[in-house]
Nanobody
Framework: HVQLVESGGGSVQAGGSLRLTCVASQRANCMGWFRQGPGKEREGVALIDRAGSISYADSVKGRFTISLDNIKSTVDLQMRSLKPEDTAMYYC??????????????????WGLGTQVTVS
């Protein structure tokens, strides 16, 4: 079982930036970030695989950047120009899948406990 530990959440004003980091206990082929806002379903934000393929949600393209350190098994999410609608619990996820970085939560079998991001 892969353990995922997130850090870097917090509160920020609109237009600000935050950087999230996820450390995995084991390598995975796909890693990335999902989020779940109040009363909303969990949605894919940014996912990356070890080949460097990346998927972004349309709502974050141009504002968020995901990066993967294959040696350290960490995945970072740099978030810029944050908006109140980015407020959510952000979860790190990983999967052994080799079919590409899916934005669907059902493609991932390992999850962190989450880190809260609040934008006001």
């Amino acid at each position: 079982h892969v353990q995922l530990v997130e850090s870097g959440g917090g509160s920020v004003q609109a237009g600000g930036s935050l950087r999230l980091t996820c450390v995995a206990s084991q390598r995975a082929n796909c890693m990335g970030w999902f989020r779940q806002g109040p009363g909303k379903e969990r949605e894919g934000v940014a996912l990356i695989d070890r080949a460097g393929s990346i998927s972004y949600a349309d709502s974050v393209k141009g504002r968020f950047t995901i990066s993967l350190d294959n040696i350290k098994s960490t995945v970072d999410l740099q978030m810029r120009s944050l908006k109140p609608e980015d407020t959510a619990m952000y979860y790190c996820a990983s999967s052994p899948t080799t079919t590409g970085p899916s934005l669907s939560p059902s493609a991932y079998n390992n999850w962190g406990l989450g880190t809260q991001v609040t934008v006001s």
